[in-house]
């Protein structure tokens, strides 16, 4: 019998992170009240954690809840013991989201082990979570090489080592989140507080599933169903992620950045083009814009070019200009002619 072919996963296993930060960096203070009461309206000098955890950047979020990142173990572990803010009783926690990040890989060598499996041996490199993609073919669901990682840390690491295989982590990049109820983009259908949208049509009252209307978008109103991935509200929408990501700053930061660089409806290079090659510029609406023959008009005013008399001199038109207003000229009239004008003959 033949040997069994070794996995990812045989040999003598190297931690390549064993000197990860592994530590929360981001974390979340809470004010205690009884009548839900947050940090708005509350003065910044009472709420300075400095002296508690040493030199820390903080911010105040949309929610009045305070957002710290520390730089140290040592000040995670400090502010973790936070009771009050001055005399502001506190809760403080890490932040659910910022601490970790996600990333992809691709293996084929990975096929055919489990989510599980991969999980367990990836473990000391400080993965938590993996998830394998998966792709839905003639109505059944295969798995796919590629593979989506969440690390314990903020920081995605270039590579990591499963076994005895070097593999690149890239950024992982989720799809827009589109409602299946109101058909808008950023929630879920269990959140939804919208009217139900035909994901086809775009009209309210139905769902699409025995929908035969024509084909329209809720939310670029073109002439596609709302869960087109050829659709520009989903494409921007897909940027807005991904910059929100690769620069790490927020959905909003991201959304403003991607909204001032989309050109203005109308405005934009391709809208002019359309505009100045409209039929109503024309002045001859038969005579399409790409022929290289010029109107009848034209034709008609210009002389047949065998009674013209030769140019004496190169500046003239050049008579390749002429041969398609006087289409029974031969080829090798044109090349003759153009021997007289390079010589300067009368």
């Known amino acids: 019998m033949g040997k069994k072919k070794p996995g990812p996963f045989s040999g003598q296993r190297t931690d390549t992170n064993s000197k990860r930060n592994n530590f929360p960096t981001f974390f979340v203070i809470q004010r ?14 009472l709420v300075a954690i400095t002296g508690n955890v040493g030199n820390a950047k903080s911010t105040k979020l949309r929610s009045g809840d305070l957002l710290v990142e520390v730089e140290s173990s040592k000040q995670a572990k400090e502010i973790t013991k936070l009771k009050s803010l001055s005399t502001i009783p506190v809760t403080v926690k890490p932040h659910a989201t910022l601490n970790s990040s996600k990333g992809v890989i691709s293996c084929g060598e990975l096929l055919n082990e489990s989510e599980e499996k991969i999980t367990e041996e990836l473990k000391s490199q400080g993965v938590t979570h993996v998830r394998r993609i998966t792709i839905r073919r003639d109505g059944q669901l295969l798995n796919t090489k590629h593979l989506i990682l969440t690390f314990d840390s903020n920081k995605l690491p270039e590579h990591i080592k499963a076994g005895y295989m070097r593999l690149s982590v890239r950024t992982y990049i989720p799809n827009p989140l589109r409602c299946f109820k109101c058909q808008r983009f950023g929630h879920s259908k269990t959140s939804c507080r919208g009217t139900l949208t035909c994901a086809r049509c775009a009209e309210v009252g139905h769902e699409s599933t025995d929908c035969t209307r024509t084909e329209k978008c809720v939310n670029c109103k073109g002439e596609h169903t709302s869960f087109s991935r050829n659709c520009f509200a989903w494409k921007q929408e897909k940027e807005i992620i991904s910059t929100k990501i690769k620069n790490r700053i927020s959905y909003q930061e991201a959304r403003k950045l991607i909204k001032s660089k989309t050109p203005t409806p109308g405005n934009s290079y391709v809208s002019a083009v359309k505009k100045s090659t409209a039929p109503s510029t024309q002045t001859n609406p038969d005579v399409s ?6 109107p009848d008009s034209i034709a008609r005013a210009s002389p047949p070019i065998p009674n013209l008399p030769i140019p004496s001199s190169p500046s003239v038109s050049p008579v390749i200009d002429e041969t398609f207003a006087s289409p029974d000229l031969t080829n090798f009239t044109l090349v003759k002619s153009r021997k007289k004008i390079k010589n300067g003959l009368a």
């Open 32 to 45: 205690i009240s009884n009548c839900n009461e947050t940090f708005h309206g509350v003065s910044p000098f």
């Open 289 to 294: 814009i790409s022929s290289s023959k010029p």
